[in-house]
């Protein structure tokens, strides 16, 4: 299982850790500043958590109008707060949904 620290240290490296959800491998690339990568990625996943680093990537890139619109998708409140917190926050979250166990 991949943690919060263990994911910000990989950053580092040449690629994303493997195993990592397409919405997790955007947020990776996105902390890179690769954000063509990271865009593709984020379009590839077409669930909310694809919709919600679409929302970073566009307040990244300064479209807010385009976030609005991808707020709504992700089915996440407008988020005020610092680029830096909303990446964490998504890691955070992300990361949180990958460690649960598949109950089916």
């Not at 959800?21 to 958590?49: E, I």
């Not at 694809?50 to 707020?71: K, M």
């Not at 680029?83 to 979250?93: G, I, K, N, P």
């Amino acid at each position: 299982m991949v943690t919060l620290d263990g994911f910000r240290g990989s950053l580092s490296g040449e690629s994303p850790p493997d195993g990592l959800s397409a919405a997790l491998n955007a947020l990776w690339w996105a902390g890179n500043k690769r954000w063509d990568k990271a865009h593709a990625l984020a379009q590839s996943d077409s669930g909310g958590d694809g919709a919600w680093v679409h929302v970073y990537l566009h307040r990244v890139e300064g479209d807010l109008d385009n976030a609005r619109y991808w707020y709504r998708a992700a089915r996440r409140p407008v988020s005020q707060a610092p680029l830096e917190a909303e990446w964490t926050e998504l890691a955070t979250t992300l990361l949180s949904a990958k460690a649960k166990p598949d109950r089916r």
